[in-house]
């Protein structure tokens, strides 16, 4: 028998936690990341953590992985860069092996969560898994044919600079109207400070939940006022939601064909009767025909209708403060999987 350390670092919240060699998860730290504090900071807080589970631990720790919230130079177990300073080009893989003495593999977050879903969660017995994190950022894992695909630069499925619309504010990476300026936490917190400056009389609500301050407006407010049926917050959370649909029909096109025969879509839940609600609120008649339909690859068209509709349906399910906050998790994937049986029970669910 031996446990294993992992360590999750994110913009907002970080956790170091034990598992066992089954994968059962024994014990979890986490706190709150400081962006005052920066890179120092948060290795003061990694180490005393660590130190405490490593103590703890009944049996001997073999080796320690690492979730990174921002792109990670695979090859070169160094991070490139973050939202919280300081941590460009640091080997983040050898501090730990020199202050813990563990082996060590860091890789980004989405990257982490693609293949840990393929492994041992829902894209078990699948070969290509789309993972987003949509948090303080967004950032996208794809395990293609069974393998992370990384690209040359380990660059590849950074989906938050797909591009969606043309007018769009500026982006970190130096691009206009990418998937992150819309509808990250960061950009729906923005949005909504722009939006109750310009038209106070659409966001009375949401300047309401920021304690009557509209400078003070973040995404949760936001979020809690569009469901509470606020027409300015409805407008932001919206259009956040039908760009991340729209990438996410762009992402799963070019994941989901090429491999051969049927390529159905498999949407995944947390919760039927939330969905149902949704989709008649969305007057949506989405059928186990439309899924059926889907596995047609010779009509793209049919798959991009029925593909955007079941994927703002399942969005509008997820897409709540709490996904933004938290990340998304299982519920956010989309898997391609040659497997109508299961489509078709996905389906059902709603
Ligand atoms: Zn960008």
């Known amino acids: 028998m031996h446990n294993v350390l992992a360590m ?36 003061e807080q990694l180490r005393s953590r660590s130190r405490e589970l490593l103590d703890r631990s009944d049996y001997p720790v073999k080796a320690c992985g690492v979730s990174f919230g921002g792109p990670v130079d695979f090859r070169q177990q160094r991070v490139n860069s973050m939202h919280v300073p300081g941590w460009r080009g640091f080997r983040l893989g050898q501090w730990v092996e020199d202050n813990l003495s563990l082996k060590c593999l860091v890789d980004n977050d989405a990257n982490a969560g693609a293949l840990g879903e393929f492994r041992f969660g829902a894209g078990r017995g699948t070969e290509s898994v789309l993972y987003l994190t949509i948090s303080t950022g967004i950032g996208g894992g794809v395990v293609c044919g069974g393998k992370v695909h990384r690209g040359k630069d380990s660059m590849a499925g950074e989906v938050g600079h797909i591009p969606v619309s043309e007018v769009g504010a500026l982006c970190s990476c130096g691009g206009r109207g990418c998937l992150e300026t819309v509808c990250s936490g960061t950009a729906i917190g923005l949005r909504g400070r ?97 899924v059926l339909r889907l596995t047609l690859p010779d009509k793209p068209g049919t798959l991009a209708m029925v593909g955007e509709r079941l994927a703002q349906a399942h969005i509008n399910i997820d897409y709540s403060y709490e996904t933004v906050a938290k990340g998304s998790k299982t519920a956010d994937l989309v898997l391609a999987v040659s497997d109508l049986a299961g489509a078709a029970k996905a389906l059902k669910g709603l």
């Not at 670092?9 to 034990?18: C, D």
Request: aromatic share 4%.
């Open 8 to 43: 999750d670092i994110g913009g907002s919240r970080f956790r170091v936690a034990l598992f066992d060699d089954a994968g059962r998860r024994l014990e979890v730290l986490e706190g709150e990341t400081s962006r005052s504090g920066g890179r120092d900071w948060m290795l």
């Open 194 to 290: 722009g939006l109750a400056r310009r038209k106070p009389e659409v966001m009375q609500r949401t300047i309401e939940l920021a304690s009557g301050n509209p400078g003070q407006i973040t995404a949760e407010a936001v979020f809690r006022a569009a469901g509470e049926g606020e027409s300015g917050a409805l407008l932001i959370v919206r259009e956040a939601a039908r760009a991340l649909a729209r990438a996410r029909i762009n992402i799963t096109a070019f994941t989901a064909y090429g491999t051969g025969g049927e390529s159905p879509i498999r949407l995944l839940v947390t919760s039927p009767a939330r969905a149902k609600k949704v989709l008649r609120d969305l007057d949506m008649r989405v059928t186990e025909e439309d």
